[in-house]
């Protein structure tokens, strides 16, 4: 036996005890909800207490099988910089475990503080770690000791990973880069071809990565991130991190994870739970704000006009319209044989101090309620002394208040509003006058206005508009943090009701502003973030790209000049790779031929068309007798997916289907084929019967 062979066998050993742990953490929860039952509490405390055990042993039980650790860390004994560690060892995995609540951890979680040095100590600053080492398993290992099929050392103070030198790879020039030595089980992990939803990177996480996962909680950051560079791995890393680190106050004001469709938050649905964080809402903005059902569909002149940012002050105009200083008479109310009087001036003022306040529509309403018996109550207290609640209540319930209130600030909803804006050419000229153009407000005007905002089909813009207008009637529930992805396609409106809901959490904002498609999208980042209330986050770009090689990025970034924003050309640390562009007459044979191809590979094959050819394309692979999945199943060999939804998948192969169609098919279709010839993680086909939009 080999010094590496009796290495591995005692690392095998060790993840043999480490599953022995694990299955008696996850028993332990079990009984732990058991006898929480019979805990002394009163009825709420019991009850929150038996949430929580529940809660706990749901997730230990629904923890997916996979390897317990990818790396190891040993501290050097004489390094200062090791601090309390000194001499110490420590397994890295995505989850503590242990044999007692009080022993040391066998497996220390990936977020944990010692756990830092894993990703970022290299030969120029060691961290006090004398070696770390990473474990190679099989693909698609579930956790079988025996899968531990290799292992690297790389000692930070001496280099030379553990099994001998072999050929030259790109993984040179990806530890050069990174300034740590060559690591083949990281390049061979970070390059496995991809089939199924997306995997969670703990093992991977770059130095720069990892900064941006372990930022603050208070810490709002955006990350202007090329293709296969992992900014949506970050993300969900963070979103994991901070549930970890900062755990009662995030469970108390909640994560909310928001994606650009219900395709991609399939695809990413399996990271969070990997790292053992489950029940994290995951949503896209549409669905946040659903008050309605999505029953009509705007012109594209409506759409734009929509999601423009102009849209808050002419709603803001409109809904406090209603707002009606003067609106009633002096008010009288009766109170046993006596009447207290307000009169109309007093009325009046407290109306407009209350307006000049901006409060929420409806807290305004309160207040006017309030100030109106507030003097009221002055009055009685003059005349007879102190009052009770009993009396502040009566009165403030009494009838001719409420008539006052209702006249002066009524009750509305945001669709009453709505439906008035859009159906009445007056009331829209009114709350649109010097902020939206003649044309622009033609373009809004219902062309048949519902009998009553009860009837109303509305848009998905609509919806953006009711709540804006929801928020300005009553402040939405919040949350802690929110992880934005693909947040260059946001409208200046869509990003106002995530600031609504972030006005005391922070952000993470993720996205490529070359990849920007909607009429809306972004070209720069700090009226980005402004929308989004967070105009003095920082913004950090990754250019480096470890997934998408480095032959189909420079094919992409042939794009980049015309695409009209100020995005540096992105790079890739992998040489590996295959690119080949097809110039045929019959683009729908040849991608057919392209896909027949693929399928002698290893990994799954995405073919990505524009969505009008999709079912033409479709229909070429099945009379070939080649079985071809929509991009929602995401296990499947073979998916044709419309270019609309390929943003943020991944395919081992891709076959992009005629880029000119793609770039015809939209007004921003040139973002779009940056998006579609980024998807390749390994090899690009290229099918074309026309010029390639590159070559004028």
Not at 8 to 27: F, G, K
Not at 32 to 57: K, N
Not at 374 to 386: N, S, V, W
Request: charged share 25%; with cysteine.
């Amino acid at each position: 036996m080999t010094p590496l062979d009796d290495t591995l066998a005692q690392e095998r050993s060790y993840h043999d005890t480490c599953r022995a742990a694990l299955a008696a953490m996850v028993d332990g929860a079990q009984e732990h909800v058991v006898t929480g039952e019979h805990v002394s509490a009163s009825g709420a405390d019991a009850e929150v207490l038996g949430r929580q055990l529940r809660g706990r042993a749901k997730e230990m039980r629904e923890l997916p099988d996979a390897p317990l650790f990818f790396g190891r860390l040993d501290f050097d004994a004489r390094a200062p910089e090791a601090g309390d560690h000194r001499g110490q060892r420590y397994h890295v995995g995505r989850l503590r475990i242990t044999e007692h609540p009080s022993a040391p951890p066998l497996v220390v979680d990936w977020r944990a503080p010692v756990s830092r040095a894993f990703y970022q100590a290299g030969t120029r600053d060691p961290q006090g770690v004398a070696v770390r080492r990473r474990f190679g398993w099989a693909p698609g290992s579930k956790g079988d000791s025996a899968d531990l099929t290799g292992l690297e050392d790389e000692h930070l103070t001496a280099a030379g990973p553990v099994g001998g030198p072999g050929p030259a790879d790109p993984a040179d020039d990806m530890a050069a880069a990174a300034g740590s030595p060559r690591s083949r089980i990281l390049t061979g992990e970070i390059e496995r071809p991809r089939v199924g939803p997306m995997r969670d990177i703990a093992a991977t996480i770059q130095p720069e990565q990892d900064d941006l996962v372990r930022a603050a909680l208070a810490e709002t950051v955006c990350v202007q991130g090329a293709p296969g560079t992992g900014k949506t791995a970050v993300g969900l890393h963070r979103a994991a991190y901070l549930l970890y680190t900062y755990q009662q106050r995030v469970q108390r004001s909640g994560l909310l994870i928001l994606g650009p469709n219900r395709t991609f938050l399939r695809y990413i649905a399996e990271v969070l739970p990997s790292l053992g964080e489950s029940g994290v809402r995951q949503s896209t903005v549409l669905d946040e704000i659903a008050r309605q059902p999505v029953r009509a569909a705007d012109t594209d002149a409506a759409a734009v006009v929509k999601h423009d940012a102009r849209m808050a002050e002419v709603l803001r105009r409109a809904l406090y319209a209603r707002v009606r200083p003067g609106g009633a008479d002096s008010l009288a109310v009766p109170d046993g044989s006596y009447r207290w009087r307000v009169p109309a001036a007093e009325l009046d003022r407290i109306v407009a101090g209350v307006r000049a306040e901006e409060p929420p529509y409806d807290t305004g309403r309160e207040r006017v309620r309030t100030r109106a018996v507030r003097h009221i109550q002055e009055q009685a207290e003059r005349r007879a002394g102190p009052v009770n609640n009993t009396w502040l209540q009566r009165i403030s319930r009494a009838r001719p208040v409420s008539a006052f209130v209702d006249a002066v600030w009524p009750k509305v909803r945001p669709e009453e509003v709505l439906a008035e804006l859009l159906g009445d050419a007056g009331a829209l000229a009114a709350a649109a006058a010097g902020i939206l153009t003649g044309a622009e407000q033609r373009a809004l005007l219902w062309a048949r206005p519902p009998r009553s905002y009860k009837s109303a089909k509305w848009s998905a813009a609509d919806l953006v508009l009711l709540d804006e207008l929801a928020g300005l009637v009553e402040r939405p529930a919040g949350y802690g943090h929110i992880v934005v992805d693909e947040a260059q396609d946001l409208s200046p409106m869509e990003c106002r009701a995530i600031a609504r809901r972030a006005d005391f959490g922070s952000l993470t904002v993720l996205g490529d502003l070359a990849q920007g498609t909607t009429p809306w999208a972004a070209r720069a980042w700090p009226a980005q973030l402004a929308h989004l209330g967070k105009p003095d986050a920082a913004v950090t770009s990754l250019t480096t790209g470890f997934r998408v090689p480095q032959a189909i990025v420079a094919l992409a970034n042939r794009l980049l000049a015309g695409l009209d924003v100020d995005v540096p050309p992105a790079r890739s640390l992998r040489g590996d790779g295959e690119l080949a562009v097809h110039r045929v007459p019959d683009v729908t044979a040849a991608a057919v031929d392209a896909v027949r191809g693929a399928l002698t590979r290893e990994g799954s094959v995405g073919v990505i068309a524009a969505d009008a050819a999709v079912e033409r394309v479709r229909a070429g692979l099945t009379a070939a007798g080649i079985a071809a999945a929509g991009p929602d199943e995401l296990g499947a060999r073979v998916a044709v997916v419309p270019a609309s939804v390929a943003k943020g998948l991944e395919y081992d192969h891709v076959v992009a289907v005629e880029p000119a169609e793609i770039v015809a098919a939209e007004e921003r279709g040139a973002h779009r084929l940056y998006v579609v010839l980024t998807r390749a993680v390994s090899r690009l086909d290229v099918v074309c019967g026309r010029k390639l939009p590159w070559e004028g």
